[in-house]
């Protein structure tokens, strides 16, 4: 479980392309939960281990980027290419961050799965919420009523 009480779906390691002039691909290590996709820096990668994955290093958050599914429109499989398949993760503001991974890896398909789950859920959740307000709509009487003074005097 981490911090935020969010369950990690998939774990592993992803290429990230940079922003840079040379675009370069970099390793991050991925952590794919019901909310969205942490990517944290290599140099705070766990070594590696036979026991469970230790929760989020408490590193500055700032290291630590998250990319929820709130803000995320697709994800875009652009191509396979060798051993690799590169797939683009489009932003809803516009933004595009470019991924790789192994083919056999499958990130494209779990973050796909987990983003159309999340956008399900907030769905469900908004039409809960648009059935309660009319009834609690329906259930109040209408309006203050006024009464009329009569002058029968």
Same mark, same amino acid.
């Given at each position: 479980?981490?911090?935020?009480?969010?369950?990690?779906? @998939? *774990?592993?390691?992803?290429?990230?392309?940079?922003?840079?002039?040379?675009?370069?691909? $970099?390793? #991050?290590?991925?952590?794919? /939960?019901?909310?969205?996709?942490?990517?944290?820096?290599?140099?705070?990668?766990?070594?590696?281990?036979?026991?469970?994955?230790?929760?989020?290093?408490?590193?500055?958050?700032?290291?630590? @980027? *998250?990319?929820?599914?709130?803000?995320?429109?697709?994800?875009?499989?652009?191509?396979? $290419?060798? #051993?690799?398949?590169?797939? /683009?993760?489009?932003?809803?503001?516009?933004?595009?961050?470019?991924?790789?991974?192994?083919?056999?890896?499958?990130?494209?398909?779990?973050?796909?799965?987990?983003?159309?789950?999340?956008?399900?859920?907030?769905?469900?959740?908004?039409?809960?919420?648009?059935?309660?307000?009319?009834?609690?709509?329906?259930?109040?009487?209408?309006?203050?009523?006024?009464?009329?003074?009569?002058?029968?005097?």
């Amino acid at each position: 479980m981490l911090e935020g009480g969010c369950k990690a779906v @998939k *774990e592993g390691v992803l290429e990230k392309r940079s922003d840079g002039l040379l675009q370069l691909w $970099k390793k #991050k290590r991925c952590i794919l /939960t019901e909310e969205g996709l942490l990517l944290i820096p290599p140099k705070q990668q766990p070594p590696q281990q036979q026991q469970p994955p230790p929760p989020l290093p408490a590193e500055p958050a700032a290291k630590i @980027k *998250e990319l929820h599914f709130s803000n995320m429109k697709t994800v875009d499989c652009v191509e396979r $290419k060798g #051993k690799y398949v590169y797939f /683009t993760v489009v932003m809803a503001e516009g933004k595009e961050i470019d991924f790789r991974c192994a083919q056999e890896q499958g990130w494209n398909a779990a973050i796909t799965l987990q983003m159309v789950q999340y956008k399900n859920r907030q769905a469900i959740l908004a039409v809960r919420s648009t059935r309660q307000k009319q009834q609690h709509l329906a259930q109040q009487p209408h309006g203050p009523r006024l009464r009329v003074a009569s002058n029968s005097a």
